[in-house]
């Protein structure tokens, strides 16, 4: 079951590179990717599809949370996913060097000891206000890992 579950990760990784990608809508302006899962492949699936999306011309934002909110840590555990021999974390911050604003969820470092200054450069926490306001923006699409 392994064996299949990791066949069946990598054919969908290869497709994403194999196949041109096709456009989010054009009457979307951007997506607001959440990430909670602390599935590493899970996780490189939303960072590979928020940079096909950013280079197709549209906004993302994105939010970490729960396991999710990991990747915004310094020194965290770091696994290499194929084909692309890079992690995660690796993608997330090619995404913030391309202008996506990532945040952690507000409760995330609180509750676990941590403050900001544990966050890699370029994540700030998000402040719920502002995260209700961008959800609710026209011709954003919700997408959640």
């Known amino acids: 079951m392994r064996i299949l579950r990791n066949a069946l990760a990598v054919l969908s990784l290869l497709a994403v590179f194999a196949v041109p990608a096709r456009s989010v809508a054009d009457d979307a302006k951007g997506l607001y990717v959440f990430v909670t899962s602390a599935d590493v492949q899970t996780q490189m ?9 950013v280079e197709q011309g549209k906004s ?11 990747l915004a840590l310094k020194g965290s555990a770091q696994t290499m996913v194929k084909p692309l021999d890079k992690s995660p974390q690796m993608m997330l911050k090619n995404l913030i060097k391309k202008g996506v604003v990532v945040e952690v969820c507000a409760v995330f470092l609180p509750n676990r000891g941590g ?3 544990d966050l890699i450069e370029g994540v700030t926490v998000a402040k719920p ?3 209700a306001e961008k959800l609710r923006e026209e011709g954003i699409k919700l997408f959640s890992f």
Do not use: D, Q
Request: charged residues 15%; proline residues 12%; contains cysteine.
């Open 45 to 53: 699936m939303a960072m590979v599809l928020s940079t096909k999306t």
């Open 60 to 70: 993302v934002r994105m939010l970490l949370c729960g396991p999710g909110g990991e």
């Open 115 to 117: 403050s900001p200054e």
């Open 129 to 131: 206000p502002v995260v």
